[in-house]
């Protein structure tokens, strides 16, 4: 086995990677870029260097520079974790050519797969069934149009050379098709350094289900079941659960053989997935085989009682599979949600900024957190936005998805928005209790999904404001015993007024929405009360915070909340939802032109990627003027209606902060 190995990698792979080296003995050296110099995963291994600036291709993707460090710090081996130079077959080779192991498979085996064209005709040999496509070597857009012509609408446009979603998009008429083709060849490119695409049939509402494999250098092969990843936005995975609901022993036994003849036929080495298309018939169909360890992998761990990471280790340092097939067994149910720094009622676009608030559920022989950020730490635009993963495991599917329903409520985020609502939901639908899962499954229940239950303003806003005239008191307390006349009224913040009743008009934000409420402040001491009323709607408040605990009753219903504090104001955590609410900044005439910064600002921050017409152009509502990049995602911004672009602002290459504005732009008369 190794004394020391390398983790090329960043975020909660390499701690994850670093525990399990940690419990076999084994020192790690950490990489790190300027960006990532207080990260977890650095403070964690036993020794780190800096490799470079904060972009990927400055840092994480320099492979010359990590194999210097892996020499230099006397490792013997390098852990490539998943995405970045996991999958590069140069970068593996030049592992060998210096000496080093590279924990993954050989480089023939990755350049086998990381054309998806190739990988699909090879399978094709290997009697591993295929989604009807083009997967020819021609470029041609005119060949590429034509054949999505000839398989016929919808199609996908799919990256030759990727995976997790990057350059993938979906075409249902040949008017979508050439605008669809360049933007997934820009993504291509820039997250795989190559634009070739193919085109397949886009089958509708299939399930998407990988077979996890993993082979040594002794001719031994196995499967670890299968994980059923359908749950999906933008094309990549969100929940994803081991084993898949609904499999009949038959259909695992085949599908598992199909996987592992796939691994086989390339000679494949160390862990490895194999993900098919498999239709309501039944029927199954190869999409790609990933030749590195998954993002999902802890499910499979959890369902099949084995690390992963230890089994990457075993057979990179020459030992035989730790189990055969006959003494693999699925041990209950498995989920994994995945928490991103996103807005899901923005079409999923990333956020950046800092987690001022992040309380996790406790872990425990049922529930398992990855993450590779703690409180305080920064979610910045260089890289992917994934916050953490959640995974639980139970004795059965019901009582697994019990399980993640808990957890996701006890999981806190506040500073900036999550997707943690919007996995509470997703799960929350009788559907997916019911196991009827498919690629399709948020689209088709996008209403109940979507539907803000934290923007209950009948609940909420009743809670907010108790919740923010406690946390007013609360500040002002301190104050109060350090004055010298503590009593005077002039100290006490309870709208107090001589011979007239203690009420106030107070602006909320719940969400970022105002409301206007009258409180009246009544009793003293234990019986303290509110009266707040909301147009119509009278409620009696009363209640106190502990600690991040507010403790609240309206009209006698007594509730339990946990309260987040930040800058902007409170958050508040109850059953799945995030409700953000503060007292309204009174408007001092500096807020500028609001409507003006609603046209073309940035909707995050990010990179100008391209523009996509000349300035002064003339152009109909819908086209894509600009291509905006952040955290390994592109979002185009449209023309709002006929007109012309006067003047871009930044030029391509150029970084934007979140809300500046990109362009001016004239409408038709």
Not at 65 to 90: C, D, K, M, W
Not at 622 to 644: F, N, Q, S
């Amino acid at each position: 086995m190794f004394q020391k190995i390398l983790i090329a990698n960043r975020g909660e792979i390499a701690c994850r990677v670093i525990r399990t080296a940690r419990r076999l003995g084994i020192r790690t050296v950490a990489v790190y870029s300027d960006a990532d110099r207080h990260a977890l995963h650095v403070g964690m291994a036993d020794e780190a260097v800096n490799i470079g600036a904060p972009a990927p291709r400055d840092s994480y993707l320099r492979g010359e520079r990590i194999i210097e460090v892996a020499l230099a710090t006397g490792a013997q081996a390098i852990h490539p974790g998943y995405g970045f130079l996991s999958e590069n077959a140069g970068f593996a080779a030049l592992c060998a050519a210096k000496g080093l192991i590279f924990i993954g498979p050989p480089p023939g085996a990755i350049e086998a797969m990381g054309s998806k064209s190739a990988a699909k005709r090879l399978m094709e040999t290997a009697d591993v069934p295929l989604v009807p496509g083009y997967h020819g070597e021609s470029q041609a857009p005119e060949l590429l149009k034509r054949e999505a012509e000839r398989i016929g609408y919808p199609v996908l446009l799919k990256a030759a050379a990727g995976g997790g979603g990057k350059g993938m998009r979906r075409v249902d008429s040949p008017a979508q098709f050439e605008e669809a083709l360049a933007a997934a060849k820009r993504e291509s490119d820039k997250a795989f350094g190559d634009s070739r695409m193919l085109v397949e049939k886009c089958l509708i509402h299939p399930r998407h289900v990988e077979i996890q494999v993993f082979c040594d250098n002794h001719g031994n092969g196995v499967y670890l079941f299968e994980r059923d990843c359908s749950l999906q936005r933008r094309h990549q995975k969100v929940i994803e659960e081991a084993p898949a609901p609904g499999l009949s022993p038959a259909l695992r036994t085949a599908m598992g053989e199909a996987g592992l003849r796939a691994a086989q036929a390339i000679g494949y080495r160390g862990a490895g997935t194999v993900e098919f298309l498999l239709a309501a018939d039944g029927a199954f169909y190869f999409m790609e085989m990933n030749t590195r360890l998954q993002v999902e992998h802890p499910v499979t761990e959890m369902i099949t009682r084995q690390d992963l990471v230890e089994w990457q280790l075993r057979v990179a340092a020459g030992e035989v599979l730790p189990c055969t097939q006959e003494q693999l067994r699925i041990h209950g149910h498995a989920f994994e949600a995945r928490v991103y720094a996103e807005d899901p009622v923005n079409d999923f676009l990333p956020v950046a900024g800092t987690l001022a608030f992040l309380e996790p559920p406790a872990e425990g022989p049922h529930v398992r957190v990855d993450t590779g950020v703690v409180q305080g730490d920064t979610i910045g635009i260089h890289y992917d936005p994934m916050i953490a993963k959640l995974i639980v495991w139970d004795e059965s599917r019901p009582r697994a998805l019990a399980r993640l329903k808990t957890a996701l409520a006890d999981y806190r985020i506040a500073g900036l928005t999550t997707n943690l609502s919007f996995l509470h939901a997703l799960v929350s639908v009788p559907a997916f209790g019911e196991e009827r899962v498919h690629t399709g499954f948020i689209e088709e229940h996008r209403e109940r999904i979507f539907h803000p239950h934290a923007a209950d303003t009948g609940t909420w806003l009743p809670l907010a404001a108790l919740a923010l005239l406690l946390e007013r008191e609360s500040r002002h307390r301190p104050l109060n015993l350090a004055h010298e006349d503590a009593h005077s009224p002039w100290q006490i913040p309870n709208a107090w007024r001589q011979g007239a009743p203690r009420l106030q008009v107070l602006d909320i934000l719940l969400d970022g929405e105002a409301h206007r409420v009258s409180v009246e402040d009544i009793g003293e001491g234990s019986a303290r009360r509110w009266i707040l009323t909301a147009g119509e709607r009278c409620v009696m408040l009363n209640g106190h915070l502990e600690g991040h605990t507010l403790h609240a009753a309206t009209d006698g219903h007594w509730r339990r909340l946990r309260v987040a504090r930040i800058e902007q104001g409170l958050t508040l955590f109850r059953e799945g939802a995030v409700v953000a609410c503060a007292f309204a900044r009174p408007d001092w005439g500096d807020s500028g032109n609001a409507d003006a910064a609603q046209g073309f600002a940035a909707p995050m921050n990010g990179a100008v990627v391209a523009h996509l017409v000349e300035a002064g152009q003339v152009v109909a509502k819908g086209d894509a003027l600009l291509v905006m990049e952040a955290m390994k995602m592109e979002h185009a911004i449209r023309a709002p209606a006929a007109g012309r672009v006067t003047e871009f602002f930044y030029r391509p290459g150029e970084l934007v902060a979140g809300g500046a504005q990109l362009l001016s732009f004239e409408p038709t008369p």
